[in-house]
């Protein structure tokens, strides 16, 4: 009696603990899934903020102007070159358009508002149009010119207000309207944005030469970490001795993963432009300093590629007479190679969202011009984000937003890929 008692009491006391550890076990689960929760939706606000800031800036507007070319008032010859077209003066052409637009303007303050309506990018509009077409001069003709960026910004109904200018604003608004009813103004999609370099004038201001600067700095980045990081792996994982030497060198290249990006840039100053005399701000050095940075990602990723691959296979080939060298390169590394693959393209990806060591190397300056080479002053997308946040009109916010959807998709397609590499060539052993 007392034996069975006893038995039902500890049956008891093991089917409580038991409840007692479920519900510990579904609190948990519950934690993690309000973790994951509140994660998705503070990712989710970021990126809907970013897309809805950033939206607009893949939209422009245009005017259409009766404009007047004669060579006298623009100071061209009887027969003027492609230069001399290109370099001529526009403004006084543009204004007179934009008078005889709206002749009801006559105060000087008004025409100085007037004269905003359009961008200053307008005058290269011109010269372009009249470059690829000679015959326009001494003529009157209705070209399309890019508006300014708060005329943009009225024309598309946006939630867009002037500061202390309400009046303004209403008079432009007004004029905006009676160019809706001629037809003379367009909302189209920004292809500048794709086209040009960075601008002064938000509206005119484009990604191409930070995507071209991105383009070369990874080139070099990719060319010089890439074999390097590969051979320090399988030398360390397949030639090298295990001593303390190899035990340091290996702690290090753990280490050197972990150094904040800056001091890489700090590095880059000091050595490759203050003592080689390399060229500051170009993709040359940024490539430089950023393969530095990626090469402890890529030896990492590459030494547990070569790991993975069984010893048997090695081993198989040794006994059939292949030497070392064959059984690495004709065996062991590629069966490594889809790993070795996906960390070089995740160190890439990391290199490519990096903007404090090239900070430090002068590639935050203005650059206008597109690079065309490793040794062009260029800035890369990064840095480029970086300066359109710093700016006070408010349309570069626009701007900074639609480059960093740029720079996310990228990113994504990057990362993408290299799962896509890794699931594509991966094998289980």
């Known amino acids: 009696m007392n034996n069975t008692t006893t038995k039902r009491n500890t049956t008891d006391i093991v089917k409580a603990g038991l409840a007692k550890r479920y519900a510990r076990e579904r609190r948990f689960k519950l934690m993690g899934v309000a973790a994951v929760s509140i994660s998705m939706a503070f990712l989710a606000f970021l990126l809907i903020s970013i897309f809805a800031k950033g939206l607009p800036a893949f939209q422009t507007t245009y005017i259409k102007l009766d404009i007047t070319l004669e060579k006298k008032s623009l100071g061209l010859p009887e027969e003027p070159t492609a230069i001399e077209i290109s370099r001529a003066r526009y403004d ?35 010269a372009d149009a009249l470059v690829a077409d000679p015959t326009l001069l001494d003529t009157t003709a209705s070209l399309w010119v890019l508006a300014d960026d708060e005329v943009a910004a009225l024309a598309r109904q946006a939630d867009y207000t002037l500061e202390k200018k309400d009046k303004q604003t209403e008079i432009t608004r007004a004029r905006i309207e009676e160019l809706k009813a001629e037809n003379r103004i367009e909302t189209r999609f920004n292809w500048l944005f794709f086209q040009r370099g960075d601008s002064r004038e938000p509206e005119a201001a484009g990604i191409k030469g930070a995507i071209m600067g991105s383009f070369y700095t990874l080139i070099v980045t990719l060319v010089l970490s890439f074999p390097i990081g590969v051979a320090a792996a399988v030398y360390l994982e397949e030639f090298a001795p295990k001593n303390k030497l190899t035990d340091i060198i290996e702690v290090n290249i753990n ?52 790991k993975s691959v069984p010893p048997s296979i090695a081993d198989a080939a040794l006994a059939l007479g292949a030497s070392k060298i064959q059984t690495i390169t004709h065996h062991v590394l590629p069966l490594a190679m889809p790993g070795i693959l996906t ?82 060539f991966e094998r289980r052993w």
């Not at 204004?95 to 508002?113: C, H, S």
């Not at 080689?276 to 490539?287: D, E, I, K, T």
């Open 343 to 424: 960390g070089t393209i995740i160190g890439m990806a990391q290199a490519l969202g990096e903007s404090a060591p090239l900070l430090m190397i002068g590639m935050v300056a203005f650059i206008v011009d597109v690079p065309t080479g490793i040794t062009d002053p260029a800035t890369v997308l990064p840095v480029q984000v970086y300066l359109w946040s710093d700016s006070p009109e408010r349309a570069f916010t626009e701007r900074t937003s639609a480059a960093i959807m740029v720079l996310l998709i990228f990113l994504i397609a990057m990362n993408a890929l290299a799962v896509l590499l890794r699931k594509q």
């Open 255 to 306: 280490n050197l993963a972990a150094v904040p990006s800056i001091v890489y840039g700090l590095l880059g100053v000091a050595v490759f432009i203050n003592f080689f005399h390399l060229p500051r701000s170009a993709p040359l050095v940024g490539g430089i300093v950023l393969s530095l940075m990626t090469l402890p990602t890529i030896i990492i990723a590459s030494r547990a590629a070569l």
């Open 92 to 126: 006084k052409s543009i204004k007179k358009a934009l008078l005889a637009q709206f002749p009801d303007v006559t105060k000087r303050k008004e025409k100085r508002m007037l004269y905003q309506f359009v961008s200053s990018y307008a005058s290269r509009q011109v």
